[in-house]
C-alpha cells in the first residue's frame, strides 16, 4: 500500500482516539450514556424464522454496554444488524465450510461473538476495538471458543500484527466478510485509503459490507432526520435532558465524521 505511513499517522490523529477518547471508554465501561433500559429488537421488523429468533435471544444475552448505548441511539440498528447476522449464518452453513469474519470497530463485538458461538464454530470471528473495556465485555461471559478479539485501533492490525500474534495467525490468510460498522467516520474522511487498507485482509471474492452515515444533499432533510431520531426514537431510551444536553454539544458518537 502506497503512503501507508501518512495514512497510519492520519488515522493516529483521528478523534475517535483523541477528542473522542473519554466518551467512548466511559461508554463503553457503562459509566455514562446507558438507556434507562435495554434496548429490545422489535420481532414484527423481523422475518418469522426459529433459527432467526434464536439468534437474536443469544445476541441479545451477549450485549455489553456500549451496545446498550448504541442500539438505544439509532433507530433500528439492532434490528438491521440482527437481519445481518442471520444473513451471514445462513451464508455460512450454505457455503459448508468454515467462514472467517472480521467485524472492524464494532464496540465489544457482539455480533461476531454471538455468531462464532450459536454456529459452534462454523464462523471464526474477529472484532477490534481501541477499549480494553469493551474488551471486558467481550469476555464477560467467558472467553468465547470461537471469536477473538484485537485490543486496538482498525488500523494497527495490519498483516505483521496478524501474523506476530499466535491467536490470530489462523486469520492471515484474510476474511470472507468484512464489516465496517461505522468506523472509519471516526478517523478521517479519507475513505479511499481506508478501504484500501482493510481491503488488504478480503479474501479474493470476498464480500466487505459497509455499513455508515451520511449527511443529506439538503441540510434541513438532515436536521429534520435528526430531530426523528431524537425525539421520536432517543426519547424511548434517554431522558429528554440528556437528549437536550447532546444537541447543545452539537456532535455525537455518530455524527463527528461524515
Excluded at 500474534?165 to 474522511?189: A, C, H, N, W
Excluded at 435532558?241 to 455524527?255: A, F, I, V, Y
Aim: with cysteine.
Amino acid at each position: 500500500m502506497r503512503g501507508l505511513n501518512d495514512f497510519l499517522a492520519e488515522c493516529d490523529q483521528g478523534p475517535r482516539i483523541n477528542q473522542l477518547a473519554g466518551f467512548f471508554a466511559a461508554t463503553a465501561a457503562g459509566k455514562s450514556g446507558m438507556p434507562v433500559r435495554k434496548p429490545q429488537a422489535d420481532t414484527r421488523l423481523l422475518p418469522s424464522d426459529e433459527l432467526l429468533r434464536d439468534l437474536v435471544r443469544l445476541h441479545a444475552a451477549r450485549q455489553g454496554f456500549f451496545d446498550q448505548h448504541y442500539h438505544g441511539s439509532i433507530p433500528y440498528r439492532l434490528e438491521e444488524e440482527c437481519r445481518m447476522a442471520y444473513a451471514v449464518l445462513t451464508y455460512a452453513r450454505r457455503r459448508g465450510s468454515a467462514l472467517s469474519l472480521y467485524s472492524l470497530g464494532t464496540a465489544e463485538g457482539t455480533m461476531a461473538r454471538t455468531l462464532s458461538e450459536f454456529s459452534d464454530g462454523q464462523i471464526l470471528s474477529l472484532s477490534c476495538s481501541p477499549n480494553p473495556e469493551n474488551y471486558k465485555s467481550f469476555v464477560a461471559y467467558g472467553e468465547p471458543a470461537h471469536a477473538e478479539f484485537f485490543i486496538g485501533p482498525f488500523h494497527w492490525l495490519t498483516k505483521d500484527a496478524l501474523g506476530s500474534d499466535r491467536r490470530l495467525t489462523k486469520f492471515t490468510q484474510g476474511f470472507d466478510v468484512i464489516l465496517e460498522d461505522t468506523t472509519f467516520q471516526m478517523y478521517s474522511p479519507n475513505r479511499p485509503k481506508q478501504i484500501e487498507f482493510v481491503t488488504q485482509h478480503l479474501k479474493d471474492g470476498g464480500i466487505f459490507v459497509f455499513v455508515e452515515k451520511f449527511r443529506a444533499a439538503d441540510e434541513s432533510d438532515y436536521q429534520r432526520r435528526e430531530y426523528q431520531k431524537d425525539y421520536g426514537f432517543k426519547a424511548r431510551y434517554f431522558p429528554r435532558t440528556k437528549l437536550q444536553k447532546r444537541r447543545r454539544t452539537s456532535w455525537g458518537p455518530c455524527s463527528t465524521m461524515r
